[in-house]
């Protein structure tokens, strides 16, 4: 069955570092999201993507966030200066179609970031 | 805004018993849809089932039921026959017209026990 592969799945990285957190969505979904979860918290949403531009993104998603998708398989979340509260769970998933409700998402099984 | 409220932080089931987990939303659209996801302890989160908001039937798959009530703006998952591999966090989500993301609640903690 195919899947949302995220890589790593656990992250250390010291304050102020960039990290990149890599997915490979469904390969012929074309929505893909970021969403984290601060440890046992609620999965907030940060950004969406379609058509290699994003199409929605939350208050969280500021300028130290960026997304890529640099080829045909892979989409990228960068952090560029990581703070502490960034510390999280990122899910990365994707969707076959956006314009509609009824499409679920699928998930990924998580990176685990720890800034320190 | 839209928004999702699950009420009960944790919840517990006698193994084989069947148990609701209550989820509320709020929302102006017209359009929208109620998913819910489970995520056990090792992290990943699962699709459990959809309903539409326009579905006059309730969706069932499987073991998992969703009891809609539109007019109250609740959708509970109905698990039948609870299995220890239940326990698990679950979480309600929607999605409305108009946006592409899905809104999170906070999730129920079920332990089921033997």
């Known amino acids: 069955e195919p899947e949302v592969t995220q890589t790593p799945s656990h992250q250390v990285t010291q304050m102020g570092q960039e990290v990149i957190l890599r997915c490979v969505p469904i390969?012929?979904?074309?929505?893909f999201y970021w969403y984290r979860q601060i440890l046992g918290q609620k999965v907030e949403f940060l950004v969406s993507?379609?058509?290699?531009?994003?199409?929605?993104k939350s208050e969280i998603f500021d300028d130290q966030f960026s997304v890529e998708r640099p080829d045909g398989s892979n989409f990228t979340l960068k952090i560029r200066s990581t703070k502490l509260e960034d510390s999280a769970m990122y899910f990365c998933a994707s969707s076959a179609v956006g314009g509609y409700m009824n499409t679920e998402a699928f998930f990924g099984q998580g990176t685990r970031l720890t800034v320190v | 805004a839209q928004k999702i409220t699950q009420t009960q932080p944790g919840m517990f089931v006698q193994e084989k018993e069947a148990v609701t987990l209550d989820c509320t939303y709020d929302t102006s659209d017209q359009s929208y849809g109620l998913f819910w996801y489970k995520q056990p302890s090792s992290g990943e989160m699962i699709f459990l089932i959809y309903q539409g908001s326009y579905d006059e039937q309730n969706a069932t798959e499987g073991r998992y039921s969703l009891n809609f009530q539109k007019a109250r703006k609740s959708a509970n998952l109905v698990i039948s026959a609870s299995q220890l591999g239940d326990s698990a966090m679950y979480f309600c989500?929607?999605?409305?017209?108009?946006?592409?993301?899905?809104?999170f609640g906070t999730g129920t903690r079920l332990k089921v026990l033997a």
């Open positions: 993507f379609y058509n290699n531009e994003i199409s929605e």
């Open positions: 390969s012929n979904h074309l929505y």
């Open positions: 989500a929607m999605r409305g017209s108009g946006t592409y993301k899905y809104i």
